[in-house]
């Protein structure tokens, strides 16, 4: 299916958040996350210091070197805490002044029992988990979560509304990796398996910025993907 109406559509990683720093942090520690500092809910974690530092460089670094005639007009995010500062971020560092549309199907993936786990944590509490996982990465639910299936179902209803209702328009959108790597599958009609190759060879990496413009028939086209150029100045110190 081919996705035509906006001019363009722009979709920008939040940046770093307290879970990929977790993450990270698990990585170089021997696997244990330490969710002490983490909510108890998904959608309430928030930027890091250097997330906050590379929003900001989203809207000086990139939204503002953009010509006018190539500014958005239109803006949405997630509603999770993270997206919604990103966004809010990027904004007042560009100087401009827009209404920032929540939209619960931006969302990130909902892994159940298994978001705030890294992978040694999901083999001690369900060993079976990550060959289930692995064997339909796709249509694979885990319990209380949702399948990426499912996350591609509620982005295909939010494109085309999007298409319906911005004729002509420079959307921005403000999300998640999973949402980025799935928009990009939907918007370039890949196959299942040249999703997760793409992903790898060319992940959506904090607060990268992924972009499609309409051709000379109406559908949206590549045009740029997990630019990351505007980060260049952005320190990891505090």
């Not at 928030?46 to 958005?72: E, F, H, K, N």
């Not at 619960?104 to 978001?115: C, H, I, K, Q, V």
């Not at 591609?152 to 298409?163: E, P």
């Not at 911005?166 to 990009?184: I, K, N, T």
């Amino acid at each position: 299916m081919r996705y035509r109406g906006p001019a363009e559509l722009t979709v920008v990683r939040h940046g770093q958040s307290a879970f990929n720093a977790a993450l990270a942090a698990a990585a170089r520690g021997g696997g244990r996350l330490d969710a002490a500092d983490l909510p108890a809910r998904n959608a309430d974690v928030d930027l890091t210091p250097l997330g906050v530092r590379q929003a900001r460089a989203v809207g000086s670094g990139w939204l503002a070197s953009l010509p006018g005639d190539r500014r958005p007009g239109v803006v949405f995010s997630s509603t999770y805490l993270r997206a919604r500062r990103t966004a809010a971020l990027a904004l007042e560092a560009a100087g401009l002044v827009l209404p920032v549309h929540l939209d619960e199907r931006l969302r990130d993936y909902d892994g159940g029992p298994f978001t705030f786990m890294t992978p040694a944590m999901v083999e001690e509490y369900d060993p079976e988990e990550a060959p289930r996982r692995l064997a339909d990465r796709m249509h694979h639910r885990p319990e209380r979560g949702e399948s990426l299936a499912d996350v591609l179902l509620r982005l295909r209803s939010f494109l085309r509304d999007l298409c319906a209702e911005y004729p002509g328009e420079r959307v921005l959108l403000f999300a998640h990796e999973p949402v980025v790597v799935l928009l990009r599958g939907i918007l370039e009609d890949l196959e299942e398996d040249e999703v997760w190759r793409t992903s790898r060879r060319e992940p959506a990496a904090a607060a990268s910025v992924s972009r499609w413009t309409a051709d000379a028939g109406g559908d949206l086209r590549p045009d740029g993907y997990g630019a990351v150029g505007h980060l260049s100045g952005v320190s990891a110190g505090e």
